[in-house]
Each structure stands twice: as structure tokens, then as C-alpha cells.
């Protein structure tokens, strides 16, 4: 470990919370609808997209509304990424002649866009065509990120409303969210990637010959657009197999930096934009500072397990930290550092691979994962995924003095819990069940690429990654099965929509509650107290169902690691 | 109650409008200032000598002749396949992986390599493709260049030091050298006969 390591994790956290207030402002003039800079441009194809669609969007909807049309629009778009994959071979800009998809692979490819997810059971530069990442894949990295943000907006509102029977249009939240954020901050962030060394070509690949009289075939195409919203929106589908760790992807330790914190911006200024829309930003700040905790917490362990390397190859003779699977360019530090961010959001782009780090450095990605992806989480997912969390912490402290428990002035019922723990406790049930099957069938143990207990971690990692709509993988995993395709794309799907809906249904039920005003017995919910019990809650409900689970696999892993137990 | 049909036309609509702004115009949007305003990076930072592509100043490229500095072990394709990129992926307690940096360390000891050796010598890195070595790495391999190409050690490490990169804002990342570039710098010193 050096201080340069510590310096950089604490450096990046308060990076972070300096673009937590400009991105939630921004984001709270979209929330409200309200005339930016950039209505002189955009305005009138806003406009023109409403009048050819047939939407009003001064229309405000109810809960089940705005909810039907979020998922046919999710439906129509996994239909069009399902068929173009499918019809890859006959479609344009394919300069390496490559086939369609099998049916299993577009399914499960097309549902991991849609989701938000992107998982990716295959390799990019030797499946996909130009044609299907930038018409196919690119389009979801926009849409399922604007799904997202729609949907906390939606949420947010349930909460700042008083007896109002809609939570808003989803047409319009998913538009504007669209061209007032994610479209000109990408017109940006690529051009500055490509400056940095993003390629962005329709070339599809080109030869050279090398110094040492070889050929080597280098793969190229339009990097640098989709790398911008795969990072901005939390996505994480790489354009190579490689992800952030390919030299195109991500060539330096400045774009590395920019990566994680494009990771993090908009889930972060989502909580400020929240705390303005309930009318207290110190709701918004709290809720920041719990996620940061729990995430400073969380670096700081990877980082720890990484630099102290494994002491089975130290007894070979390597001197140092843990370096299978990590690129020099960004060392151990920023390696731990963005394996800890991509899963405590729910983006899944790598720049090291999981699946060589340690087994401790392992487990805290795994870990963030299984607590549902609060810790800021991916865009529009963290903030809805830790208000129901917070519902759960004003429930419990209610019960702790007995007084009916409210937050942000919205008195928390009965329904509302309910609902709420339906969202968080369906996940682990999938997780597990799933891992379970797949560790006792022989279609589901045959995709191990390690054995022992790292060979569990791999399946529990695949499912875990899945269901929280993360991405990342301990990639020596071979998914590119029936069954994996199959199972996955399904857990994927319930990962998603599972949360989604009776969020929805929770938004629906506060914004028709009238506020009650704050006592002197309302549990406050702004201060350093509130804070820890949100972490704990968070830490006990989401993280003690897996207890059993990581025993199983990263902590035997561990002690097999000290003992020196090779498999 | 859920009047699925009123939502198609909107969703079919947006999707289809939004597709072309953001599937294709915003790419090709892209691929207009790439090529415009930083030709050289959009297609691929590529290096060219006497009109022959020799590689990509980004890429790395596998070195395993006793006269060049030797990059990582890479688990892309069958090494250094730059349109297959990949890590090991082996885990921790993986016996393959033990045995692989078993077999890397054996041959360094026989190079006459002493002492420990710098970890990303003997690991592969994540993409199979890394153009790096830490400073260690290339600077442990100095004495058998040297004595391969018969130049002085002291005008290696000299070479080797000229070519270091110092982490960017001093502290994201650890002093490294792009071997690419510094074989490059080492065949202008000792032209080695191409085969």
C-alpha cells in the first residue's frame, strides 16, 4: 500500500461530492421541466419528437400508467435489438463479415441492454459488428439510462407531491433526460476521449507487422461514442472483451479518472436532487454521505487485499501486490479503486479482471452487488433502490420508540413497507436460488473456469452480477450457453422490473399523502445518526442473506489462499 | 385497466426517431470531429515506418526475443492478438496460474535475474494487450539486453530511465515505460536484422 493509493480513493470521494450539487441542479431543472440553455437547440426536436409520437407531455400520469409505458417502450426496444442481432449477417457496416446471433446469445444480449445490465457473454470485437454496437447496443446504453433517471423521478415525486393523484410522464422524463443530459455531456465526454486516444472509426480492424516480424491484427471501430454513455449512464458493456482495461477503451490513468467519476456523477447529484425537490437538501447530503461511507469502507478493503498480493505467488518469488489480470498503466490503487466503483454503481465495466483479484478483493464487489446496488448506485437505480431502504430505516427506528414512522414528511404505512421489502427481499431469493441450480446441474458447473471454492464464486458472481443488473463477471466463467443465456437473461429481467414495479406502486401511494408537518418526535433523518442507521439497515437486510453464500465461496477461498490449497 | 396498445404508437415512434439521433447521428457525429480535429488517435494512434504499419502506440505487442525488453504474459488469443482481447481470469488458488509464474520466474532466474521479481513481469494483464512495464520490470531485464546486443548496461538503463512516464498528477498510477516505444528506441542503438 502507499499513500499515493489512500490519496487517490480519498481524492476521488471528494471529487465526487463536488459534483454532486452542479449535476443534481441540472438534473433538478429537468425533474421540474424547466427552460435550460439548451432549449434554444434542442427545444424545438423535443418538440417535434412529442407532436410525431402523439404525446402530451404536460399530461401528468398515475403510477400504473407511467409504469405500462416504461415497459413497452423497454419491450419495443429489446424486439429491435433482438432482431438486428439476430439479422446481424445481412445488415450494413460488418466489414468483418460476421454471422447473426444464436437465439440464445441475442436474447440474452438484448435483454442485458435493455436492463441496463449489460452483461456480455460474448467478446466484442469478434461477435458484434459496427452496425449492431452503434444502432444495437449504443441505443440502449442511452435508453435504459434514461429509464432509470425517468423512473427516480417518478419516485422523487411520490415524495415531494401532496395529494396528487400522477407521478409524471414518462414519455417526457425519458426525452428530456435524453437531450438535456445524456446526449450533449456524451457530445462532450467522447470528444475528450478521443483526444485522450479513443478511436472512433467504421473501420473494422487493421494489420500491422511487429518490430519482432509478426502480424497482429488491431481491432478498431466507433470506440469512443458508445464508451462515453457506457460509462455516463452507468452501463458497462464494453465495446472489446476487454472493457475499460483494453488500451482503446480506456488508454491512461487521466481517462481511468474520468471513467470512475463519470460512474458516479449522475447517481450522486440524483441525491441532491432529491433532497431540493422534498425541500430540504440536507435530505439529499445525507443519503450521499451514508452511500460514501459505506463506499470509502469498501475501497479501503479491496485496495488493502490487492496491494497485500497472495501470498502463494509471493513464495514463488513476485515481490509486491496482486498483478494477474491489472494493467501497469493503472496500477493496484486504481485498479481496486474502479472494481469498487463499478459494482457499488451499477455500471459492470472493468478495467482489471475480477475474476484474478484476491479473494477478499473480490468479495467486496461481490458484496456491493448483493446489497442491491445503493451505493450510489447506477443511474436512477441507486437513488429509488436507497429510498426504500430509507422507508425500511424510518420503519425500524419508528419501531424502535413506537411511533408511526415518516421521512421527508410523508408518513410510512403499512403498504408502503410491504411493498418495499417485496422490492429488496425477491432479490436474494433469485441470487440464490438461481446459484443454487446452477451449482448442483451440470450444464451450470461445466462454465467454471477455476475449481474449488473460486469456482462457486464465479457462478454466485455470474447470478449476483445479473439480478443486480450490474455486468461485471468473474469472466472466466464460459455463459455463452443455452443455459447460462437462458437463466441469466431471465434473472436480468426480474432484477429489473421486480424493484421497479412496487417502487412505482410506492410513489403512486405517498404522492396521494398529504404532509405532516415535523414534530419534536419525528425521527430526523438529516444527521450523522440517521446516517449510521441507514448504513446499518442497509448492511444487515441486504447483506446478512449472503452471509452463507460468500462463506461458501470467497471466505473458503481465503483461507485455501493462506493454507497454500491450489485447485 | 393496462391499455398496453395507447403506449405502442409512442414507444414505437420515440424508438425509431431516438435510434436514428442516437444510434446513428450522434456516432457519426463522433466520427466526423474524430477524424477532423484528432485523426491520428480516432484511427488507433498507429505507428507508421517507411508506409508499413509496425503497431499502435496504445497496443501492446508480444516481445519474447532475448534482445528486446519482453512484455507481460498475455491470455489474449494465442498473446498479444489485438482483435481478442483478454485476461487469464485464473483466481487466486488457481494450480494453472501458479505453475504458469512458476515456469515465468524459472526462465528469469535463468536470464540471471537475482533477487524478487517485480510482479507484472511474471502476470498477465487484464486486456492481454498492455503496453506497459513498471519501471522494475523493464530495468531487471537490462544486463541480459545489454549483453545480447553488446552495448554498455549503463547505456541501457540510461535508455530505459529517458523513456520512463511519471504517473499523471503524481499520484494515479506508478512510474512506467511503453515497451513498444522503448524497442523502438533500442533498434536505433543496435539495428536488429528484421527475419
Given at each position: 500500500m502507499t499513500v499515493q493509493g489512500w490519496l487517490l480513493i480519498l481524492g476521488f470521494v471528494a471529487l465526487v461530492v463536488l459534483v454532486a450539487k452542479p449535476m443534481g441542479v441540472w438534473l433538478f431543472a429537468i425533474l421540474e421541466g424547466r427552460r435550460t440553455p439548451l432549449h434554444a437547440v434542442l427545444g424545438p426536436v423535443e418538440r417535434g419528437f412529442y407532436a410525431a409520437a402523439g404525446v402530451d407531455p404536460a399530461q401528468d400520469r398515475g403510477w400504473r400508467r407511467y409504469g405500462v409505458d416504461m415497459l413497452v417502450f423497454n419491450l419495443i426496444g429489446l424486439l429491435l435489438t433482438y432482431t438486428i442481432l439476430r439479422l446481424q449477417g445481412v445488415l450494413p457496416w460488418n466489414s468483418q463479415g460476421l454471422p447473426g446471433l444464436s437465439g440464445h446469445l441475442a436474447f440474452n444480449t438484448a435483454v442485458s441492454f435493455t436492463t441496463n445490465?449489460?452483461?456480455?457473454?460474448?467478446?466484442g470485437e469478434a461477435v458484434m459488428s459496427q452496425f449492431s454496437q452503434m444502432v444495437g447496443l449504443t441505443i440502449h446504453n442511452f435508453f435504459s439510462a434514461a429509464t432509470g433517471i425517468a423512473l427516480a423521478f417518478a419516485f422523487i415525486r411520490g415524495f415531494a407531491r401532496r395529494e396528487a393523484s400522477g407521478v409524471g410522464n414518462f414519455w417526457a422524463d425519458m426525452t428530456r433526460v435524453t437531450l438535456y443530459l445524456l446526449l450533449p455531456a456524451c457530445l462532450v465526454y467522447a470528444v475528450v476521449l478521443l483526444a485522450g486516444g479513443v478511436p472512433q472509426t467504421l473501420s473494422g480492424a487493421v494489420d500491422a507487422t511487429t518490430l519482432e516480424g509478426a502480424r497482429q491484427t488491431i481491432g478498431l471501430g466507433p470506440v469512443a461514442s458508445q464508451e462515453a454513455i457506457k460509462m455516463l449512464g452507468t452501463n458497462g458493456g464494453g465495446y472489446f472483451n476487454a472493457n475499460s482495461a483494453h488500451p482503446f477503451e480506456n488508454p491512461g490513468a487521466l481517462t481511468n479518472l474520468l471513467q470512475m467519476l463519470s460512474i458516479f456523477a449522475i447517481g450522486a447529484g440524483l441525491t441532491w436532487t432529491f433532497g431540493k425537490a422534498v425541500g430540504n437538501t440536507k435530505q439529499g447530503w445525507a443519503i450521499l454521505a451514508a452511500m460514501l461511507l459505506l463506499f470509502t469502507i469498501g475501497a479501503g478493503v479491496t485496495y488493502s487485499a490487492e496491494a497485500a498480493g497472495n501470498p502463494i505467488h509471493h513464495a514463488l518469488g513476485i515481490a509486491g501486490g496482486n498483478m494477474e489480470g491489472k494493467e501497469v498503466r493503472f496500477g493496484v490503487a486504481a485498479s481496486a479503486l474502479f472494481a469498487t466503483i463499478t459494482t457499488a454503481a451499477s455500471?459492470?465495466?472493468?478495467?482489471?479482471?475480477?475474476?484474478?483479484?484476491?479473494p477478499i478483493g473480490g468479495m467486496v464487489p461481490l458484496f456491493n452487488m448483493q446489497l442491491g446496488e445503493v451505493i450510489v448506485g447506477g443511474v436512477g437505480a441507486g437513488l429509488y433502490g436507497i429510498l426504500l431502504y430509507c422507508i425500511l430505516g424510518v420503519f425500524v427506528a419508528g419501531l424502535m420508540v413506537g411511533r408511526t414512522p415518516e421521512y421527508v414528511g410523508k408518513k410510512i404505512e403499512g403498504r408502503e413497507v410491504k411493498l418495499a421489502v417485496l422490492a429488496i427481499a425477491v432479490l436474494p431469493l433469485i441470487i440464490l436460488g438461481m446459484t443454487g441450480l446452477a451449482a448442483v446441474s451440470e450444464a451450470g458447473l461445466a462454465g467454471r473456469a477455476n475449481m474449488g471454492p473460486h469456482g462457486f464464486s464465479e457462478i454466485l458472481y455470474a447470478f449476483t452480477s445479473a439480478v443486480a443488473n450490474n455486468?461485471?463477471?468473474?469472466?472466466?466463467?464460459?455463459?455463452?450457453t443455452a443455459f447460462y443465456n437462458g437463466l441469466l437473461g431471465v434473472a436480468m429481467w426480474l432484477g429489473r422490473f421486480f424493484v421497479i414495479i412496487p417502487m412505482l406502486a410506492i410513489a403512486g401511494s405517498l404522492a396521494a399523502k398529504r404532509v405532516v408537518p415535523a414534530s419534536t418526535g419525528s425521527f430526523p433523518t438529516t444527521g450523522p445518526l440517521w446516517v449510521g442507521l441507514l448504513c446499518a439497515v442497509i448492511l444487515i437486510l441486504g447483506g446478512l442473506t449472503f452471509l452463507p453464500a460468500l462463506a461458501l465461496g470467497p471466505i473458503a477461498d481465503q483461507v485455501a489462499m493462506l493454507r497454500g490449497d491450489l485447485f | 385497466m393496462f391499455d398496453f396498445l395507447s403506449a405502442l404508437r409512442p414507444a414505437i415512434v420515440l424508438t425509431a426517431l431516438f435510434t436514428l439521433l442516437l444510434g446513428v447521428g450522434y456516432p457519426l457525429a463522433i466520427l466526423g470531429i474524430g477524424q477532423a480535429a484528432f485523426p491520428h488517435q480516432a484511427n488507433g494512434s498507429l505507428i507508421v515506418d517507411d508506409g508499413k504499419v509496425v503497431g499502435s502506440e496504445l497496443v501492446g505487442q508480444a516481445f519474447t526475443s532475448p534482445r528486446y525488453f519482453n512484455t507481460r504474459p498475455s491470455a489474449?488469443?494465442?498473446?498479444?492478438d489485438a482483435n481478442s482481447s483478454s485476461g487469464?481470469?485464473?483466481?487466486?488458488?488457481?494450480k494453472a496460474l501458479a505453475e504458469r509464474i512458476g515456469t515465468d520466474i524459472a526462465a528469469q532466474r535463468k536470464a540471471g535475474v537475482t533477487g524478487a521479481i517485480p510482479a507484472d513481469l511474471v502476470t498477465a494483464s487484464?486486456?492481454?494487450?498492455?503496453p506497459d512495464l513498471s519501471r522494475a520490470a523493464a530495468l531487471v531485464q537490462v544486463p541480459r539486453i545489454a549483453r545480447e546486443r553488446g552495448l554498455s548496461e549503463a547505456s541501457v538503463r540510461t535508455l530505459v530511465e529517458k523513456q520512463i512516464e511519471q504517473p499523471a498528477l503524481g499520484m494515479l498510477g506508478d512510474p512506467h515505460v511503453n515497451v513498444l516505444a522503448l524497442n523502438r528506441q533500442l533498434d536505433r542503438m543496435t539495428p536488429l536484422s528484421r527475419p
Open positions: 445490465t449489460n452483461w456480455q457473454s460474448y467478446g455500471c459492470g465495466a472493468v478495467n482489471a479482471m475480477h475474476d484474478s483479484f484476491t455486468g461485471s463477471a468473474f469472466a472466466g466463467l464460459t455463459a455463452n | 489474449a488469443g494465442k498473446g498479444y487469464s481470469n485464473l483466481g487466486p488458488t488457481s487484464a486486456s492481454g494487450l498492455d
